[in-house]
Antibody, heavy 116, light 111 residues
Framework: QVQLVESGGGVVQPGRSLRLSCAAS????????MHWVRQAPGKGLDWVAL????????YYADSVKGRFTVSRDNSNSTVYLQINTLRPEDAAVYYC?????????WGKGTTVTVSS | QSVLTQPPSVSAAPGQKVTISCSGS????????VSWYQQLPGTAPKLLIY???KRPSGIPDRFSGSKSGTSATLGITGLQTGDEADYYC????????????FGGGTKLTVL
C-alpha cells in the first residue's frame, strides 16, 4: 500500500544540524512532488518546503529559507530535509506528504526536540 | 498569525450538522484550489477534501466542501463522536513568494 515513513528525528542541541528522511513505497515516487510540514507541540500545521517530482523546483517557507534544504533521491524513493543551525522554535513533529497542490498521503511524522 | 482564518472551535450535538469557515484573500483562496484535512488526536493529518469540493476515495459523503470568492467552507452532517478532531484548510499563496499555507485549525467538539 501507499506509505510514507519519516525518520531522523531526535533530541538535538541548539545550533546543531539534523537530516530528516522520508521513505516512500507503494507508488511511483519519481512522478510526485513532496512536501514537508511541521507541527509544534499544541500548535497547528506549518508548511515547510516543497520539492518537485524531479528535484528541479524547490519552495520554502520564509521562516526556514537559508537554513533548511529539501532534496530527493528518486532511485531510493526518499525525500530529505536538511535542517541547519537548529533553533528552539524548530521543535516539532515533521511530516512528509505527497503531491503538489494538495497533500493526499501523509507519513506518521518524526519528532525533533531542541534542547541543550 | 495564519494567512488563512478559521474559527478556533465549533461544537454541535451528535447527528447535527456543522460548518467550518476558512477565509483568505485573492492571493490564496481567491485564485487557488482549497483542500481540507482532518487530524484526529495523536495522529497525522488526513486529506478530507481536495480541489474545493472533491472527496478522496473512502471519505463519506457526510463531508463536503465549497468555495466562494476568497472563502471556503467545510460541512459535516450526521455528526459522530468519532468526528471530534482538528480541521485545517489549505491552499497556495502567492502574495510574496509561492508557498503552501494552512489555516490555524478548528477544534470540533461533538457534545
Amino acid at each position: 500500500q501507499v506509505q510514507l515513513v519519516e525518520s531522523g528525528g531526535g533530541v538535538v542541541q541548539p545550533g546543531r544540524s539534523l537530516r530528516l528522511s522520508c521513505a516512500a513505497s507503494g507508488f511511483t515516487f519519481s512522478t510526485y512532488a513532496m512536501h514537508w510540514v511541521r507541527q509544534a507541540p499544541g500548535k497547528g500545521l506549518d508548511w515547510v518546503a516543497l520539492i518537485s517530482y524531479d528535484g528541479k523546483v524547490k519552495y520554502y517557507a520564509d521562516s526556514v529559507k537559508g537554513r533548511f534544504t529539501v532534496s530527493r533521491d528518486n532511485s531510493n524513493s526518499t525525500v530529505y530535509l536538511q535542517i541547519n543551525t537548529l533553533r528552539p522554535e524548530d521543535a516539532a513533529v515533521y511530516y512528509c506528504a505527497r503531491k503538489y497542490s494538495y497533500m493526499d498521503v501523509w507519513g506518521k511524522g518524526t519528532t525533533v526536540t531542541v534542547s541543550s | 498569525q495564519s494567512v488563512l482564518t478559521q474559527p478556533p472551535s465549533v461544537s454541535a450535538a451528535p447527528g447535527q450538522k456543522v460548518t467550518i469557515s476558512c477565509s483568505g484573500s485573492n492571493f490564496n483562496i481567491g485564485n487557488n484550489y482549497v483542500s481540507w484535512y482532518q487530524q484526529l488526536p495523536g495522529t497525522a493529518p488526513k486529506l478530507l477534501i481536495y480541489e474545493n469540493d472533491k472527496r478522496p476515495s473512502g471519505i463519506p459523503d457526510r463531508f463536503s466542501g465549497s468555495k466562494s470568492g476568497t472563502s471556503a467552507t467545510l460541512g459535516i452532517t450526521g455528526l459522530q463522536t468519532g468526528d471530534e478532531a482538528d480541521y485545517y484548510c489549505g491552499t497556495w499563496d502567492t502574495s510574496l513568494s509561492a508557498a503552501a499555507v494552512f489555516g490555524g485549525g478548528t477544534k470540533l467538539t461533538v457534545l
